[in-house]
């Protein structure tokens, strides 16, 4: 993109593209998104953010005094930036691995010998549409290159086969619950934690779903241990009766390459294909959304006293999903699962 000579606009107009830029900042844009679409140069959009950190949106007018003296000037805090977004914290040798503001702040003293205190680095990282958040947790054993792969092309390629066979894509998991999940908080006088009587004993029910783009689902709920049984099961149940081709994606776990599923898979003479999804990647799975949705917007709210109300809970939940197609669908929209539509 041809970059934008600020010399040759009006001082009313670099104003206003300054303050839109600084708020589109805050909105959460990244600093350089922001000013590549403008059209300057990086530099520019880091020294108007130090400008306003020291003096407002008033600094931001032409010919304006930009208020106190700024402790850092554009290029540290397009240093500030880069390192909290694409930096880890492992790397500057902190002993854990999410930021803080007092690492930030560390981090800044060390690197430009100037003094910030906390709140100072919590205002400068929300001016820099930055938030605090709590993080996903991705393996490290995941191949992006992997991942990538399947979403452009491999799964293009199912979806494609799938189409021209008439087949139904499932994808499926496994997940398990135990009796102490609980999720949400709930309203208390401050300084006392609010107590929610349950069952001291723990026990637990272990789940399996497939589900559809077009919204269909089935389940099957078992006390005991997942097992090449109880997998084998679940497909005599998914291809009952089933008039055309199911394709079933699911993760690589020993079980479902068990001799004792592959000659199950084998007995449907082609009807069903299985595919893997990439591997260490649950997030590629919609059935996630499944196991969020039955644990942290039912069971896990709810008082739980007995193995059979515990069953209870989780097959109502399924069933309530079971029937509501376009919630199933929306878990297909998931950021994660995007991809499947495309």
Known sequence: ???HDGRKLSSKTL??????????????ESPEKVIKTLGFTRACIYNWLARYRSGGFHALKSGSK???????????????????????PLQMKFPFALWTCSMIAVAIKSKFGIKLSETSVGRLLHQLGLSCQR????????????????????????????????????????????????SGTT????GKTPIVEATGARFGLNMMSAISPRGEMRFMVIKETISADQICEFLKRLMHNATKPIFLIWDGHPTHRSK?????????EGKLEIYTLPGYSPELNPVEQVWNNVKNHGVGRKKVFGPDQLKSLVVGQLRRLQKLSSIVCSFFRHPDCAYTLI
């Open 66 to 88: 930009t208020g106190r003296p700024r402790k850092l000037a554009g290029a540290q805090i397009a240093w500030v930036y880069r390192t909290v977004v694409d930096g880890d």
């Open 135 to 182: 993080p996903l947790f991705r393996a490290y054993q995941q191949n992006a290159q992997t991942v990538d792969e399947w979403k452009q092309k491999v799964y293009p390629a199912i979806r494609k086969r799938a189409k021209s066979l008439g087949a139904t894509i499932y994808f499926h998991d496994e997940s398990g619950i135990r009796s102490d999940f609980h």
């Open 260 to 268: 004792k599923v592959k000659e199950c898979v084998d007995s449907f």
């Open 187 to 190: 309203w208390a006088p401050i």
């Open 1 to 3: 993109m041809k970059k």
């Open 15 to 28: 104003e206003e593209i300054r303050i839109r830029a600084v708020e589109r900042v805050q909105a959460g």
